[in-house]
C-alpha cells in the first residue's frame, strides 16, 4: 500500500482490549511476566534515559535489515531472543520502509502482553467504594462518629433515654449525607479531568501484515512500524527510518523549546550526545513541525522519555503536604476534640466524686461532650468548598481538588509565566534597527520601513535572514471564516495578519507576517515566470529574493471543501506564500535549532541561484542564518554591513546598538537580532551541483571541536596547550569555528581545504515584537500588591525586556529601580561612556556604589546565569536579597531554565527557621519541563489552552483561558472561603457556651438541669444548621483583596476567635437563656431561689422525689420542661443577632447589607424551625418541649440587640484605630 493512502481502521484485538478496559481506551492495566521477566529486563536494557552510551546502542540496533547487539528487544527468560524477522523476512525493508511488512497480529500479540498498553500508568487508583469510604475516615468525621458512638453506649445503658438513641442516628446521618456530597464533587472534578484526556487520545498508523492500518495508538507495541505526519503527536519514542520532506519536530512538551529541531535515519557517531539531542530519536508527546516519517516504536508507556517524567512528577506528588486548609480543619478538630473529652472527663470525675458512677454520670458526661462538638461544621466546610468550586468554574478555573481553593487564597507569592499568561501571545513586528537607525514597522503606526523597501543591501540581508530563520507557516486555505452572525470572508481576501498559522510560537507567527507583507510588495508581487494569468518565461520581478510560479503554485492547496479547485495564475501569484516558496526555492542544508540555554538558532542555505539573477546578482554561494536573542546574537557578531560594504563593528555600532536595544526592551518589546555568515570554502562548488554530504561540510565542521595549535592564541589572547581540544563555543559565539584567518588557514590546509571558514559574523539588524498584556491583567496585579501578595514573573526573554513588561503590567512599579537600571544611570553619567560599555564595566560599578544609590535599588531583574551561581538548597544572602524584592517594587527573573524555576519555588518555601521566607507559593506551568516545579509548589496550576496533560495531572488548578486575572479570581474565592469558615465557626461555637453552662449550674449549684441533651441536639443540627450553612453564600467584605495573606499564624480557629465567641458573645447568650429560665419559672410560681441544691442529684422533679410550690411532680415536671423549652428559644433568638454580626469580620454590618438570600432564609428557617418544634403536638412530645407563651419569647430579645451594638461598637474601633489594642485582641 502506498504510505500516503488512508489506512483502514482497525479494532483492539481481545488480547488489546482486555488490557486495555472498556471502549479501547488505557485503564493502565499491565500484563506483566513473572519473576525475573521481561519488564525487569526491558527497565535495564531500555537505558537511553540514563546512558548515552546504551542509547546510541539501541537507536542503531537495525542494520541493513538485521538486529545488531541483543539491546532490543529484550531476551525472555529462557534466553530466546525475540526475532521478528523469523517467518516475517519482509518486517523492514530498509531501503523503503513504506514497502516494510510490520510485526505480525501475532508478533503484537506478544510484544503486548510484555509491554502493555502504550500509555502512561496512573498512580494506582483505589476502587470507587474506598474512595466513598476514605470521606468517613477525616478528622472531623470521626470526631462525629465516636459521639454517634458514645450516644448509643448511653442508650444501651439506659434504654428508657431514647434521646440518646436519636442522637447517635442523626450524628451517623450527617456524617453520611457530607461524606456523600464530598464524595460527589471530588468525583465530578475527576470526570473533568477525564475529559480533558479523552480529548488527547488519538490514532496511529502503522504497518501490520504488510498493511497500513489505523490503531488507537495506546495499542502500539516496540517494533511496530508506524507513519508519522505534519499534525500528529509522536505516540511513542521512536528511531526513524527514513525521514521526508525536511522532517522535523517540537520538542517543546519536554525541554521548552518552541523551535522545531530536524531528524534524520543516521545514527549518531557521538555516543556522549544527551538523549533528547540525538538526531535519529523522536520523543513520546512531541509535535511534528514539518514533513513525514516512517518511525520503529522503540519504548512505549512508561519506558518513554515521557513515561519517566511523568513518574517523577507522581514520586514528588507523593510527598506533598497536606492543603493548609486540612492542616486548619484536622487543628480546629483538635482543639475542640480537646475542649470536649476535658471538659466531658473533669464532670465525669465530680459527678463520681459527688454521687457515685452511675448511668446518670454517663449520660452527663455524653451530653457537654456533645454540647462541645459543632456537628454542623462538617457539613459547612463541604458546601463552602464545593460552592466555591462552582463559582471557579465561571471563572474558567477548573479545581481538581476542592481544598486547592483555600490554598489559593492562602497564597502569597505567585511565580508566573509571562506569554500567553500576562500576555495576549499576541505577537506584532512594530520596530526595527537597522544601520544605525530606529524603523516604526507597524501599519497603523505610520511605518518608516512599511511595504515598501526603504533603500540598502542591509535590509534586503536582514530580510532573508528573517524569511529563512524560522518555521512558522500559514494554515491551507479555509472555504470560510466566521459563524453566526458573522459574515463570512473568504480565505483569498484575507489579509496575512488574520490568517491562522501552524507551527513555531507567536513569535515566528509576527516574523512571518512582517515578511510577507513586504516579500509581495515588490513589482509583479515578488514572482517570476507568469504575467497576469498567463505564464511568461521572461516575465521578472525586482524582489531580492524572486521565486518562480511553479514554487508558488506548489505552495498552495485546493480548499479542503473543494479539492477540485484550482487556482488560477494570478490567484497564486496574489495568495500563495512567498515565504513558504522561498524556503522551498533556496534549499536549507543545515539547521541548528534553537534551544533556551543559547537562546539562538541558525539556518544555512543554498543561495546559488541568485549568482545570475538580474537585480541582485549575489557571488555568495552558502550562507548561514542566525536569529535570537539581542543581547546574545550581537555579542558574537563581529562585523556589520554600513552603505553596502562589510566592515568591523565599531565602538559607535556597538553604542549605537546598546541604545537601540534598551530603547526598544524599555518599552516590553521582544528583540530579535538578526546575522550573517558566508562560506568562502564552499565557493569550489560549481553552479548546480549538489552537496552530497551536508555533514561532511556543516555537520563535523560546525559541531566537531578542533585541537589548539601550536602558538594559537585565544580570543583573549593567551597561548593555549596544543593538543586539547577548542572549545565549540568561544567566547558565547555560536557553534561555528570563528578564528584569525591565518589560523583558519592551516586549518584548511589540515583538514584538506574545504572544512574551515570564514572569519566573520556580519549584524544585521534587530526586530522588535510587541506582545501586549492581557487587558485584565494590570488590574489583577495592582488588586495583589493590594492584597500584599508577591507576583514575580519568570520568563526566558532578556532582562530589560522583562523588567519592561513587568512595568507595563505593574509587577514592578513605576518608580521601581532595578540593579541594571542604577548602574546604566552611572554609567552614562561618566564621561565618553555608552551603553555598549555596560558589559564591561557592570561590576566595577556595582561593586563602587555608595550606600544611598544602593538603597536607591527597589526592584531586580535576575538573570537564569545569576541564579546558576547561587546555592541550589540553602537560602544563601544572593537569594535572600532576591527574594526579598518581591515585596519591595518588583521582582523578575529572566532567561530562565524549568530547573531555575523549580529552584525559585523551593527557595520561597524554605522555612523561616532555615533563613527563607516560609511562603505558600501558587506556580503556573505549560510543558512537561515545568512539572516538577508545577508539584512542588503549594498550588500548582496548568495553562488549559497550552497545558500538556502530565502537567495538568501534576496541577491542583487548571486555567481554562491561560490568563493570569483568573488566578487573582481564584485568589479573591480562596481567602472568601476561608474568611466564611471563620464567620462559620464563630457563628457554631457562640452557642456551645449557652449549651454548656446548664451543665456545669447543674453539677456546681444544684439547680434542675436547664437545658436537655436533645434541646442541644435541635440546636446543632436542627436550628444552627442552615444558618451556618448561610454563611458559605456570604459575598465578600470590601477589603478583602486589601489584607495581607493570611500567615501559619493566622489558623482558622484563634485565641481571639475563640475568646469572642466563647466569652464575650457566648457569655451574653448563657445569661439571656439563664435569665428566660428563671422568668419562666417564677412566671409559673417557682421561686428561683428555693433552686439552688435541689436539682435532679436530690430527685427533685422527679417520680418519689420532692414537689415545691404546692404543685404536684407532674406539674413541676411540665413547668421545667416550659423552662428548659425557653432556654433553647432565647439560644434561637439571641442567635439572630450571632448571625448577623457573624456576616462581617470588620466591616459594619450596614456597609456589608444584608444581599444574602441564603442568609435571610437561615433566619427565617431556625425561626420557623423553633415555632413548629414549640406549636406542633405530636414533635413536642419526641423532644420533650412544651408549649410555651408568646411572651416567654420576648426576655431574651434585649440580649439580642447588645450582641448587634456591642459588636458594631468594637469593629467601630477596630477600623477607626487600626493596630490598637482591640484590633490586635478581638479581630478574629
Not at 452 to 470: D, H, N, R, S, W
Not at 852 to 871: D, F, L, P
Not at 1143 to 1166: A, C, H, I, Y
Request: proline content about 5%; aromatic content about 8%.
Amino acid at each position: 500500500m502506498p504510505h500516503d493512502a488512508e489506512p483502514p481502521k482497525k479494532q483492539p484485538s481481545e488480547l488489546e482490549r482486555n488490557a486495555l478496559g472498556k471502549g479501547g481506551h488505557a485503564e493502565g492495566k499491565r500484563l506483566v511476566p513473572k519473576t525475573g521477566g521481561v519488564r525487569a529486563q526491558l527497565t535495564d536494557d531500555v537505558k537511553y534515559l540514563q546512558s548515552n552510551q546504551e542509547m546510541a546502542e539501541l537507536h542503531n540496533f537495525v542494520v541493513d535489515g538485521k538486529y545488531a547487539g541483543d539491546v532490543f528487544p529484550p531476551k525472555q527468560n529462557h534466553g530466546e531472543e525475540i526475532n521478528f524477522q523469523d517467518g516475517n523476512p519482509n518486517y523492514i525493508n530498509v531501503a523503503d520502509p513504506s514497502q516494510s511488512s510490520g510485526l505480525t497480529e501475532a508478533q503484537r500479540d506478544k510484544m503486548f502482553t510484555l509491554y502493555g498498553a502504550n500509555t502512561l500508568t496512573p498512580p494506582k487508583q483505589d476502587p470507587e467504594w474506598l474512595k466513598f469510604l476514605r470521606q468517613f475516615t477525616g478528622f472531623f468525621s470521626l470526631l462525629l462518629l465516636a459521639g454517634g458512638l458514645l450516644c448509643m453506649i448511653a442508650f444501651a445503658v439506659d434504654p428508657a433515654g431514647r434521646e440518646n438513641l436519636f442522637l447517635g442516628i442523626v450524628l451517623f446521618i450527617v456524617v453520611t449525607i457530607t461524606s456523600v456530597f464530598t464524595y460527589q464533587q471530588e468525583a465530578a472534578s475527576a470526570k473533568m479531568m477525564e475529559k480533558f484526556k479523552a480529548l488527547g487520545e488519538c490514532k496511529s498508523r502503522v504497518l501490520i501484515d504488510g498493511s497500513l492500518q489505523e490503531i488507537d495508538s495506546n495499542c502500539l507495541v516496540p517494533g511496530d512500524i508506524i507513519n508519522i505526519k505534519l499534525g500528529d503527536k509522536i505516540p511513542c519514542d521512536c528511531r526513524v527510518l527514513q525521514s521526508l520532506g525536511d522532517f522535523a519536530v517540537v520538542e517543546a512538551s519536554l525541554t521548552g523549546e518552541p523551535n522545531a529541531i530536524k531528524k534524520v535515519n543516521k545514527v549518531s557517531e557521538n555516543p556522549d550526545e544527551p538523549a533528547l539531542r540525538q538526531k535519529n530519536i523522536v520523543m513520546n508527546g512531541t509535535e511534528i513541525n514539518v514533513g513525514e516519517a516512517w518511525c520503529m516504536a522503540v519504548a512505549t508507556g512508561d519506558q518513554s522519555v515521557m513515561g519517566r517524567n511523568y513518574r517523577m512528577m507522581l514520586q514528588a506528588k507523593e510527598m506533598k503536604e497536606d492543603s493548609p486548609i486540612r492542616k486548619e480543619i484536622d487543628r480546629f478538630v483538635e482543639i475542640v476534640s480537646a475542649i470536649a473529652i476535658f471538659l466531658g472527663v473533669l464532670f465525669f470525675i465530680i459527678l463520681c466524686a459527688t454521687l457515685g458512677l452511675s448511668v446518670n454520670a454517663i449520660v452527663f458526661t455524653i451530653g457537654i461532650i456533645v454540647a462541645n462538638v459543632p456537628e454542623g461544621l462538617l457539613a459547612t466546610v463541604t458546601v463552602s468548598l464545593a460552592l466555591t468550586a462552582a463559582r471557579m468554574k465561571d471563572v474558567m478555573v477548573l479545581v481538581k481538588n476542592l481544598e486547592a481553593v483555600e490554598t489559593l487564597g492562602s497564597t502569597s507569592v505567585i511565580c508566573s509565566d509571562k506569554t500567553g499568561t500576562l500576555t495576549m501571545n499576541k505577537m506584532t513586528a512594530v520596530k526595527a534597527y537597522v544601520e544605525g537607525k530606529l524603523l516604526k514597522t507597524h501599519p497603523m503606526e505610520g511605518a518608516d520601513w512599511g511595504q515598501e523597501m526603504p533603500e540598502g543591501v542591509i535590509y534586503q540581508e536582514l530580510l532573508k535572514c528573517a524569511t529563512f530563520c524560522g518555521s512558522a507557516r500559514f494554515k491551507a486555505p479555509e472555504d470560510q471564516r466566521g459563524g453566526g452572525g458573522v459574515v463570512a470572508m473568504p480565505w483569498e481576501k484575507m489579509p496575512w495578519a488574520e490568517r491562522e498559522h501552524v507551527e513555531g510560537d507567536a513569535s515566528e507567527r509576527a516574523i512571518l507576517i512582517f515578511n510577507e507583507q513586504r516579500l509581495a510588495a515588490f513589482s509583479n508581487n515578488g514572482v517570476t515566470g507568469v504575467k497576469g494569468d498567463e505564464r511568461d518565461p521572461s516575465a521578472t520581478t525586482d524582489s531580492f529574493l524572486p521565486v518562480d510560479i511553479d514554487t508558488m503554485q506548489k505552495c498552495l492547496h485546493p480548499k479542503k471543501n473543494h479539492p477540485d479547485k484550482v487556482w488560477s495564475l494570478s490567484e497564486v501569484r496574489e495568495h500563495s506564500s512567498r515565504v513558504a516558496a522561498a524556503r522551498m526555492a533556496y534549499k536549507t542544508v543545515h539547521k541548528l535549532p534553537f534551544n533556551s540555554k543559547n537562546k539562538w538558532m541558525a539556518v544555512t542555505t543554498d543561495m546559488r541561484r541568485l549568482a545570475h539573477d538580474e537585480n541582485h546578482p549575489s557571488e555568495e554561494k552558502f550562507v548561514t542564518w542566525i536569529k535570537g536573542g539581542s543581547d546574545v546574537v550581537f555579542d558574537f557578531c563581529t562585523h556589520t554591513i554600513t552603505n553596502g560594504q562589510v566592515e568591523e563593528l565599531s565602538h559607535a555600532d556597538k553604542a549605537g546598538f546598546a541604545e537601540a536595544n534598551a530603547e526598544l526592551a524599555s518599552h516590553g518589546l521582544r528583540v530579535f537580532a538578526f546575522a550573517k555568515v558566508t562560506y568562502e570554502s564552499l565557493d569550489h562548488l560549481k553552479e548546480g551541483e549538489e552537496i552530497n554530504d551536508v555533514d561532511s561540510f556543516f555537520g563535523e565542521s560546525m559541531f566537531k571541536p578542533d585541537d589548539w595549535q601550536a602558538g594559537e592564541l585565544n580570543e583573549e589572547g593567551k597561548a593555549m596547550e596544543p593538543g586539547k581540544p577548542k572549545p565549540i563555543t568561544v567566547m558565547g559565539r555560536p557553534q561555528i569555528p570563528i578564528v584569525r584567518p591565518d589560523i583558519a588557514a592551516q586549518r584548511i590546509e589540515k583538514n584538506g581545504g574545504s572544512a574551515y571558514f570564514v572569519p566573520k559574523i556580519v549584524f544585521l539588524g534587530l526586530l522588535a515584537l510587541q506582545d501586549p498584556p492581557r487587558p485584565a491583567v494590570p488590574h489583577a496585579v495592582a488588586i495583589c500588591r493590594q492584597a500584599s501578595i508577591g507576583v514575580v514573573m519568570v520568563t526566558g526573554d532578556q532582562p530589560q525586556t522583562a523588567a519592561a513588561i513587568a512595568r507595563d503590567i505593574g509587577i514592578i512599579t513605576k518608580a521601581g529601580k532595578t540593579e541594571d537600571d542604577v548602574i546604566t544611570q552611572k554609567l552614562l553619567s561618566e564621561p565618553g561612556m555608552t551603553r555598549a560599555d555596560f558589559k564591561d564595566n557592570r561590576e566595577r560599578i556595582l561593586n563602587s556604589l555608595k550606600a544611598e544609590e544602593k538603597e536607591s535599588i527597589t526592584a531586580m531583574a535576575v538573570e537564569g546565569t545569576r541564579i546558576a551561581t547561587w546555592n541550589p538548597k540553602a537560602m544563601d544572602g544572593n537569594w535572600k536579597r532576591a527574594l526579598d524584592f518581591t515585596w519591595k517594587q518588583g521582582l523578575v527573573f529572566a532567561r530562565t531554565s524549568p530547573t531555575q524555576k523549580l529552584l525559585i519555588v523551593q527557595h520561597f518555601k524554605i522555612k523561616e527557621v532555615d533563613g527563607g521566607p516560609e511562603k505558600i507559593v501558587a506556580v503556573t506551568g505549560d510543558g512537561v519541563n515545568d512539572a516538577q516545579a508545577v508539584t512542588a509548589a503549594d498550588i500548582g496550576i496548568c495553562m488549559g489552552i497550552a497545558g500538556m496533560d502530565v502537567t495538568k495531572e501534576a496541577a491542583d488548578m487548571i486555567l481554562m483561558n491561560d490568563n493570569f486575572a483568573s488566578i487573582v479570581d481564584g485568589v479573591l474565592e480562596g481567602r472568601l472561603v476561608f474568611d466564611n469558615l471563620k464567620k462559620s465557626i464563630a457563628y457554631t461555637l457562640s452557642s456551645n457556651i449557652p449549651e454548656i453552662a446548664p451543665f456545669i449550674v447543674f453539677i456546681l449549684v444544684g439547680v434542675p438541669l436547664p437545658l436537655s441533651t436533645v434541646l442541644i441536639l435541635c440546636i446543632d443540627l436542627g436550628t444552627d444548621m442552615v444558618p451556618a450553612i448561610s454563611l458559605a453564600y456570604e459575598t465578600k467584605e470590601k477589603d478583602i483583596m486589601k489584607r495581607a495573606p493570611r500567615t501559619k499564624h493566622d489558623n482558622l480557629v484563634t485565641e481571639r476567635l475563640i475568646s469572642f465567641s466563647y466569652f464575650q458573645i457566648g457569655v451574653v447568650q448563657a445569661l439571656a437563656g439563664f435569665y428566660v429560665y428563671i422568668v419562666v419559672l417564677y412566671t409559673e410560681g417557682i421561686p428561683p431561689y428555693k433552686l439552688p441544691w435541689h436539682g435532679q442529684q436530690g430527685n427533685y422533679f422527679t417520680p418519689g422525689g420532692f414537689a415545691l410550690g404546692g404543685f404536684s411532680i407532674s406539674e413541676c415536671l411540665t413547668i421545667l420542661a416550659k423552662a428548659q423549652t425557653a432556654f433553647w428559644v432565647s439560644i434561637v433568638i439571641v442567635q439572630w443577632g450571632d448571625l448577623l454580626i457573624c456576616k462581617t469580620r470588620r466591616l459594619s454590618l450596614f456597609e456589608q447589607g444584608m444581599k444574602n438570600d441564603q442568609l435571610n432564609f437561615g433566619l427565617f428557617f431556625e425561626t420557623a424551625l423553633a415555632v413548629v418544634l414549640v406549636y406542633i403536638p405530636g414533635i413536642r412530645t419526641v423532644f420533650g418541649i412544651e408549649k410555651l407563651r408568646f411572651i416567654y419569647w420576648l426576655p431574651a430579645m434585649p440580649f439580642t440587640l447588645f450582641i448587634i451594638l456591642y459588636d458594631e461598637l468594637r469593629k467601630w474601633l477596630i477600623r477607626n484605630y487600626p493596630g490598637g489594642w482591640l484590633d490586635r485582641k478581638s479581630y478574629w
